[in-house]
């Protein structure tokens, strides 16, 4: 796992847990590369029955697969507006996020859950 030094974890006014970082990060710069866990598609349906249903990815070329992120990743939260972004690497078993913007120190880093960061559609789970 790679990732700035400044990142932290605490909790977030969207719910729950949010990652944060105590400096400024620059617009374009890696936030963290995340190793990934592939669940096999014919497992992911199991994890819609655990509490693991809201943490984990979509992963894999057909998206077919599912993806427990270790480090931060599965911590991010989403945003229709992202001041961050998420890249997978389906070979190399990681996912890349990177900030869109300036993030100012105390500022939630937030993903847009659909993985394109203009995205809008619905997510494979339902939000509360």
């Known amino acids: 796992m790679q990732q700035i030094p400044s990142l932290y974890i605490t909790d977030s ?4 847990r949010g990652v944060f970082s105590s400096s400024p ?7 963290e590369i995340a190793p990934v866990l592939v669940i096999p598609g014919s497992q992911r349906l199991l994890l819609d029955k655990t509490i693991i249903h809201d943490y984990y990815y979509i992963w894999g070329q057909d998206d077919q697969q599912a993806a427990i992120l270790l480090g931060n990743g599965s ?6 507006a992202p001041n961050a972004e998420y890249r997978p690497d389906f070979e190399g078993q990681t996912m890349s996020f990177y900030a869109l913007q300036e ?3 105390g500022i939630e880093i937030t993903v847009n859950y659909n993985g394109n960061p203009d995205g809008k559609g619905k997510f494979w789970f339902h939000e509360s």
């Open 103 to 105: 993030i100012e120190a």
């Open 75 to 80: 911590i991010y939260n989403h945003s229709f």
């Open 25 to 31: 990060i620059p617009k374009d710069s890696i936030i």
């Open 13 to 16: 006014d969207l719910g729950g």
